[in-house]
């Protein structure tokens, strides 16, 4: 897996999970939209944390930063 969820987008992608999973599991809401925002929750914070999207892959979308270590 190389990365392709990088910069400013994997915090947010960590903290919307985290927001999302606090939803679900204090707001109160029907079976149906706790398991949604439990499940969304979890999918945003393991994408941010391991800086891979699958959905990313598949749309051709990376917004990781080259390495600047690179030798020419």
Not at 22 to 46: D, E, N
């Amino acid at each position: 897996m190389t990365c392709n969820v990088g910069g400013i987008e994997r915090p947010i992608r960590i903290g919307a999970g985290l927001l999302a999973i606090m939803i679900g599991l204090f707001a109160g809401f029907s079976t149906a939209i706790t398991g949604t925002a439990l499940a969304v929750g979890v999918i945003l914070l393991l994408t941010g944390a391991v800086g891979f999207c699958p959905l990313f892959t598949v749309l051709g979308i990376n917004t990781c930063t080259p390495p600047s270590n690179l030798k020419k």
